[in-house]
């Protein structure tokens, strides 16, 4: 099983960027998946959820700014982040709590990482 973010880059203050992570392998069931971030010298911290019904969770410092939604038959989520900040930049990590083929539990799975970087 693996998680790939992309989407990061360089974007000036008041831009936008759409992250995307896709899980791959052998997955039976995706529960909830989100994002999360760190920030150099800092601890990772939530960033936004979903759940596998669609309802969703927010930091305070991204609500109305950031937007998440998942594309379950692509096993995908997606973060869109308008009026970005450079308190923003970041490593965006993607995270899914999930189920492997042929087992009952459900693990928790991390992508790699991608750099989001806004200038002032």
């Known amino acids: 099983v693996q998680l790939q973010a992309s989407g990061g880059g360089l974007v000036q203050f008041g831009g936008s960027l759409r992250l995307s992570c896709v899980a791959s392998g052998r997955i039976s069931s995706l529960n909830e998946m989100g994002w999360y971030r760190q920030a150099p010298g800092k601890e990772r911290e939530l960033v936004a959820t979903?759940?596998?019904?669609?309802?969703?969770k927010y930091a305070d410092s991204v609500k109305g700014r950031f937007a998440i939604s998942r594309d379950d038959a692509k096993k995908a989520i997606y973060l869109q982040m308008n009026t970005l900040k450079p308190e923003d930049t970041a490593v965006y990590y993607c995270n899914a709590r999930l189920q492997r083929f042929g087992s009952a539990k459900w693990e928790y799975y991390w992508g790699q990482g991608t750099q989001v970087t806004v200038s002032s």
């Open positions: 979903i759940g596998s019904g669609g309802s969703t």
